[in-house]
Each structure stands twice: as structure tokens, then as C-alpha cells.
């Protein structure tokens, strides 16, 4: 069913692109909702991902999963917008996940269970914290924690070894619970 | 176990990629370091919270505007397909990096030899090109400029008023000392605000190949034809085949025809006449629907502009009057647009495009020449010529050669000097 949608997009039939897409576009705009952060960008931008996806699908391999590649135009998209767009918005664990080491970033916080006790906060920052992210990481954890992509599929979808998925997402995750750390010591 | 290695373990364990082994070592860990069991807790905790999350429903009206820019793709990306795709194979070819210095210099050499060539060497082979965008100039170009070209002098005086005209007349500017009569009501009359057609627009279009006998005289017999029909060449353009003996000069050629839909069939049965039809293709895309939903389109606007207006007569506040205003300019510029949108559908509707390929051929009649010594004789004067060709291009290249030895190496001189940065370039990084 899928294939032959695909063949025919490929032909240029927007309507069996558009059923081809029907199930996977809300997953796209959450995709893009996680990496923009803002609803107005998240549908600009899942927009341009899929007219990008429509124009390239010629090229798309059978090979890998049709959602795979569609989530990784997406991923590319936005991460081009936010390159684009670097000169405004700064990612707070940028300069700590290139330059510190895993120790730096968790040094300080040993034995200090804020996190647990602040759930109804949390979850308002969460959100937030996402957004500081850098690109690279966001993207893992969004794919990770909240898509629910298996290791591989993720490598797949990055196209980045399994090894550099695993060490990303733990620093990711580092950072992320650092991040929301401040924000709530913030508050 | 140290608290590092338990954390990347922690990860391991939270998304189940772990074994028994590993997870019991990491268990007796946290139970032993205070540390690690909050940070445990605190990103079991962050991954779950992460997990509930909850999936935002697409925004209203999501499918609805892809839709509509997917549409505006097709058809953006429909007429410059094949460019494209060429594109695309041009760039799939991948050289690897390190022949890229190889690549480059042969193709600055190749260039250098062509252009040399070309400067040095008279061609054999010229063309002319006659293209409404330059008739301009070929027009008020003297008859000495004509006469250098290579066709024979009769035809390029004929050629000269005739393409004149045709350019005067794409312009507008209708001279009448060239007799053309009939076209002052051409049929691209604009239409006036809220009056649109009601038949059926269909935009035309023909192409047709053809061997011809006497190109010029087709050529011009085709200029006139469209002239009495009201009509115009909107491109031409004419080449000698690649001939390099020149004892046959047969020409090549295509011009585009815009001729009133009126006389379409009459005029393509006229022109096949002229020749053998090789190829002949028609076209005809119906643009009747799209035009009525522009122009509906177009009323509602105005009406949407109309009620704008009446709302600014009351305003009074600067902010409203500003916002009003912003509305007015974003809604005459819609309406703008889709009305030269409908004057070009009319226009292309109303003039039909006929594209003509002519190909001068020495004789329309099959013709099997009797094998007898005029094939070995042709065979041998093919054989000297090559012969002759040889011995002059080699002369060529040494003249070539040693003119320009000061310039070559100069030109030496310089790829030593890139290849010296370049590897020292390379060697750095």
C-alpha cells in the first residue's frame, strides 16, 4: 500500500502523497514543535519539510523506512532554520557539550534531590529546558524520549553511528536535567 | 565501579539496553553511593516526565495549506523538470577530492586550447542567429554587417526587413512602410476590470518537424503566411548544419509561430505543405476552470476591497486607518496578481504557438545512389581529407604552440606555484 503511494508521488500525484503523509504529519509537526519550540515556527517549518519531502521523494530508496527518512528531511530542516537563525538564539549547554567533559557538567550537584520535589514545576519548565538544548541533542532526545525510537533507528534517522547515539543521548539527558536544575533554582 | 562509569550505565538501563551482568553491578553501586541513587531517581524521572509529554494536535487548517502549496510546487516544478533532474545527475557525479587538482587543471587546459583555437583559427563552420531579443540590431545593422555573415547575400537582404518587422511588430510599434496590414487588432486586447470571458479558454500549442527542400523560400513563404494571418514569429533562428566540406551548405532551423486560434488548423495544414512532416505533435490544455476560479476569486476580492473601503470612511483613530490600509495594499496586490494571471491565459488562449523545425535536405525523394567507383572515390576524398586535416591541425597546434610558449608558461608558472600551496595547504591540515 505505502509503496505504491510512493511510486506514485514519485510520479508527481499529490494526492497519494498526501495520503502517504496523512499518518506521519502530526508526529512531523511534534518533531518540529520539539526542535522550533514555538507553534508558529513548528508549522512553517513541518510545511517546508514536507514540500521538501514531496519534491525529493524521487530519491527516497526503498531501502529504509518511509517515516525514517521522512523524519530525518524534518530533522534537517529545522536544524538548517536554527543554524540560519544562530545569531539570536543561543543554546545554553551549547559551549558545555562541545568543550567540558562529562565530569564538568555534573560535578557539582551530588547528593542535591531538588529535581524529585518540584514535579508540578517541572513539568512547566520541561519545555523550556528542550529549547536550550543545542540542535544535535534536542533532536536525539526528542526522537528518544519522546518518540520512542529504538538506538538504531534513531542512528538511522541521524544517520550517525549507534556509539555516538548512546553517548549523545547521556549527555543530553545530563544537560537537560542540569538545565532544568537552573531554570528551577531560578524560579 | 566508579560513579562515571554507573552513569553512562544509568542510561543503558533506563532506555533496557543492558545485561544481566551490567545491571547488577549497577545496582550494587547505587546502593552503596548515595550520589548516584538521586541521579538515578532524578533522570528516570526526567526520561519519564519527557515521555508524557503530550503530542500536540496539528493546527487547524495544517493539511488544508500544505495542499495548497504542494499544488503551487507541481506546477512551479513541472516545465523545468528535465533541467532539473540533468542537474542532479551533473552533480551526482562525484570526483573524489584528491583528482581534483587533475580535473581542474585538464579543464583549464582544454579551455585555454579551445579558446586558443577559436581565436587563432578561423572556423570553417559559421552560423547566424537570428533571435528577436538581437533583431534589434540586426535590423538597423548595415548591409556590409550582413554581408559577413555566410549566408548568401539575396537571402540575407530578404531576411532583413522581414525580421524587422516581426520585431516591430512584437514591440507594438507598427511601421506601416513594411505594408503589414491586419495586425493592428491583434487579439491581446486587455480586458477591462470585472469583465472576464465566457467560452472556453484553451491554450494551444503545436510542434511540428519538417524536411524541406528550399529553406529560404519555405522561410519566407512561413514569415508571410503568418503575417496575413495576423500573427508574429516570436523566436527563430538558423544554422548550418555542421558541414565541414563546403560544397553543400544545408541549412537548420526553428522559429516560433504565434498565430490567432482562429486560423490555427488552416495555417498547420498550410505549413505542412511545405514539406515532409517528420514529427508533428498538438497540445491543447484547457484552462477554462482555473480562469473561472481566478476570476471569482478576483470579484470576491474586489468585494473584500469594496467593504474595506466603506470601513475606512469611518475611521477615524490612525491605528485602524494605518491597519486598513495595510489590509487595502495586501488585497489589490491578490488582485493584481491573479488578473495578469488571467490576461495571460487569455493572451496564450488566444494566440496559439506553433513551433517549426525545418531541416534543409538536398532532395525530398529517396534517393539510392548506384554503388559503383563514386563510392570508392568518395572513400578516397574522405581519406585525403582526413589525411589533410591531420597534417593541419598537428601545423596548428605547433604554430599554436610556439606563439604562445610565453603565455604558457607563464600559465606553467602558476599551476607549479597552486600545487606548491595547495599540498602545503593540505599538509597543514
Known sequence: MESTLIEKSIQGDVSSFEKLIVKYNRYVYNIAYRMMGNEEDAKDMSQEALIKAYKAIGQFKMESGFSTWLYRIVINTCKDELRKRKEQVLSLDEAIADNASLQDIISDDKANPILIYEQIELKATLNDALNNLSDDSKSVVILKDLMGYSYEEIGEILQIPIGTVRSRLNRSRTSLKSILKIQLAEQ | ?429
Open chain 2, 1 to 429: 565501579m566508579n560513579c562515571e562509569q554507573a552513569r553512562i550505565l544509568m542510561n543503558a538501563a533506563i532506555d533496557g539496553d543492558i545485561n544481566e551482568h551490567e545491571r547488577s553491578k549497577l545496582d550494587q553501586h547505587i546502593d552503596s553511593c548515595e550520589a548516584c541513587t538521586v541521579e538515578f531517581e532524578e533522570l528516570k524521572y526526567v526520561v519519564q516526565m519527557l515521555g508524557e509529554m503530550e503530542l500536540k494536535a496539528l493546527p487547524i487548517g495544517f493539511e488544508e495549506e500544505l495542499h495548497e502549496k504542494l499544488m503551487n510546487v507541481k506546477h512551479d516544478s513541472e516545465p523545468v523538470k528535465t533541467g532539473n533532474t540533468l542537474l542532479k545527475k551533473i552533480r551526482n557525479i562525484h570526483i573524489k577530492k584528491r583528482y581534483y587538482g587533475y580535473v581542474a587543471t585538464a579543464a583549464v587546459l582544454l579551455m585555454v586550447v579551445v579558446i586558443g583555437k577559436n581565436i587563432l583559427f578561423q572556423p570553417k563552420y559559421e552560423s547566424a542567429m537570428i533571435n528577436t531579443e538581437s533583431s534589434e540590431e540586426y535590423g538597423r545593422g548595415s548591409d556590409g554587417d550582413m554581408g559577413k555573415l555566410s549566408f548568401n547575400e539575396s537571402v540575407a537582404l530578404a531576411e532583413a526587413p522581414a525580421s524587422t518587422a516581426e520585431f516591430e511588430m512584437s514591440n507594438q510599434q507598427l511601421d506601416s512602410s513594411y505594408g503589414v496590414t491586419g495586425f493592428a487588432e491583434t487579439p491581446q486586447s486587455t480586458p477591462t476590470n470585472g469583465d472576464y470571458r465566457e467560452d472556453r479558454l484553451i491554450i494551444q500549442t503545436a510542434n511540428l518537424r519538417m524536411d524541406v527542400e528550399k529553406y529560404d523560400e519555405v522561410y519566407l513563404q512561413l514569415t508571410i503566411w503568418v503575417k496575413a494571418a495576423g500573427g508574429y514569429v516570436e523566436n527563430e533562428s538558423t544554422s548550418y548544419k555542421t558541414n565541414y566540406t563546403e560544397r553543400e551548405n544545408l541549412k537548420y532551423g526553428y522559429m516560433t509561430l504565434r498565430v490567432p486560434a482562429t486560423g490555427y488548423e488552416s495555417m498547420i495544414n498550410q505549413i505542412k505543405s511545405l514539406g515532409n512532416v517528420t514529427y508533428d505533435s498538438a497540445n491543447a490544455y484547457d484552462v477554462t476552470k482555473n480562469y473561472r476560479d481566478t476570476a471569482s476569486e478576483v470579484e470576491n476580492l474586489k468585494v473584500t476591497e469594496e467593504r474595506l473601503r466603506e470601513i475606512m470612511t469611518d475611521a477615524v483613530e490612525i491605528k485602524d486607518i494605518l491597519a486598513i490600509e495595510n489590509e487595502l495594499t495586501r488585497i489589490r496586490g491578490q488582485i493584481n496578481s491573479y488578473e495578469r494571471q488571467l490576461k495571460d491565459w487569455e493572451a496564450l488562449a488566444d494566440m496559439t504557438t506553433i513551433t517549426v523545425e525545418l531541416n534543409e535536405v538536398k532532395s525530398l525523394k529517396p534517393m539510392i545512389e548506384p554503388i559503383d567507383d563514386t563510392l570508392f572515390g568518395k572513400a578516397k576524398e574522405g581519406f585525403i581529407h582526413t589525411i589533410n586535416s591531420i597534417k593541419l591541425t598537428v601545423e596548428q597546434v605547433f604554430i599554436w604552440l610556439v606563439s604562445k610558449s610565453p603565455i604558457l608558461a607563464i600559465l606553467g608558472l602558476l599551476a607549479i606555484l597552486a600545487k606548491i600551496v595547495y599540498t602545503k595547504k593540505r599538509r597543514k591540515s
